[in-house]
């Protein structure tokens, strides 16, 4: 079983649509969690840390549910500039030293 | 020089050359990583390092070497090039191992 799974997509949104995605973990232990964006032949650049707590960053908001083992990225009023690949990332704390990344979540915001 | 950067940008490699791909770093992180980016399979971690003088496995280190001589330089060596390494190329650093981690630009390499 992979560290993380995500629905690769793509998600083909219009603009000022509502998009969410989820991305799960196998690893019960794991304590850090981010959302990564990387544009087309880019490198990935962090979006956000995702706490237990949950938080909100102007129009994006990251969940984490420990008990099911997903994580999610929720897209408000989407731009053409959102357009992107979204990774899901997990670090298992424990000794642990690198990061899993998935696969990736294809965003296309349509005018 | 601000964040990372790697070098070349690109390359044409032909099997079994040797190559080595550079990567520095300007922000003192104590950790570097290499991974290697394939359609369909994600990021995977190549080597690492938590600091300068010692270095790790990844998931995927056969064919590949590393070398942490100081804090700000990680290169990563083809000995022997082959086609399956064919791959875009990430350096990346963490002030820690197991936090956020800054990318350099990449490095697209083709071995025919």
């Known amino acids: 079983r992979k560290e993380v799974e995500q629905d690769p997509g793509p998600f083909n949104v219009p603009e000022g649509a509502t998009v969410a995605f989820n991305c799960t973990y196998s690893n019960s232990a794991s304590q850090s969690f981010f959302w990564y964006r990387q544009d087309c032949r880019k490198e990935p650049k962090l979006l956000m840390s995702?706490?237990?707590s949950g938080n909100e960053d102007g129009r994006f908001t990251a969940q984490l549910n420990r008990a099911s083992q997903y994580i999610s990225l929720l897209i408000r009023d989407s731009k053409l500039s959102d357009s992107a690949t979204y990774l899901c990332?997990?670090?298992?704390?424990?000794?642990?030293?690198?990061?899993?990344f998935g696969t990736g979540t294809r965003l296309t915001v349509i005018p | 020089i601000a964040g990372i950067t790697q070098a070349p940008t690109s390359q044409i490699l032909a099997a079994g050359r040797r190559m080595t791909l550079r990567c520095t770093q300007d922000?003192?992180?104590?950790?570097m990583y290499w991974y290697r980016q394939d359609l369909g399979l994600g990021l995977r971690l190549i080597h690492y390092?938590?600091?300068?003088?010692?270095?790790g496995k990844g998931e995927v280190p056969d064919g590949y070497s590393v070398s942490r001589a100081n804090t700000d330089d990680f290169p990563l060596t083809l000995a022997s090039a082959v086609p399956s390494q064919t791959s875009v190329y990430f350096c990346?650093?963490?002030?820690?191992?197991?936090?956020?981690?800054?990318f350099g630009p990449g490095t697209r390499l083709t071995v025919l």
């Open positions: 922000m003192r992180h104590n950790a």
């Open positions: 990346a650093s963490s002030a820690q191992g197991w936090g956020e981690q800054f």
């Open positions: 995702v706490y237990s």
């Open positions: 990332v997990v670090s298992p704390r424990s000794g642990a030293n690198n990061l899993f």
């Open positions: 390092s938590n600091t300068a003088g010692t270095t």
